[in-house]
């Protein structure tokens, strides 16, 4: 089994930065896929941004050029790291993790932007 704990959301001003961070415990491999996910009230859930093994990463539109995702393989963990934050950016960001076919989720953490 995958745990996935996410850390970091919280209340920011429009224009201010956030670093999400997501530790990983359990049996993983390093052939495994790490992301983050997010969720606004009355919307679907919408993937954000993604990690894949090699370090190889993508991005949503909509958060290209102010997000930037990590990976500390050692910590087996991933980062999110959000500059320029926009009201829109207001969700419960969920931390995933996909290894073998196999979706993880995290909790959630609440990430507020105020305009």
């Known amino acids: 089994q995958v745990q996935l704990v996410e850390s970091g959301g919280g209340l920011v001003q429009a224009g201010g930065s956030l670093r999400l961070s997501c530790a990983a415990s359990?049996?993983?491999?390093?052939?495994?896929?790490m992301g983050w996910y997010r969720q606004a009230p009355g919307k679907q859930r919408e993937w954000v941004a993604g990690?894949?093994?090699?370090?190889?990463?993508d991005y949503a539109d909509s958060v290209k050029g102010r997000f930037t995702i990590s990976r500390d393989s050692a910590k087996s963990t991933v980062y999110l790291g959000m500059n320029s934050l926009k009201p829109e950016d207001t969700a419960v960001y969920y931390c995933?993790?996909?290894?073998?076919?196999?979706?993880?989720w995290g909790q959630g953490t609440q990430v507020t932007v105020s305009s």
């Open positions: 990690v894949i093994g090699g370090g190889t990463t």
């Open positions: 995933n993790l996909i290894q073998f076919g196999k979706n993880y």
């Open positions: 359990g049996m993983l491999f390093s052939i495994n896929t």
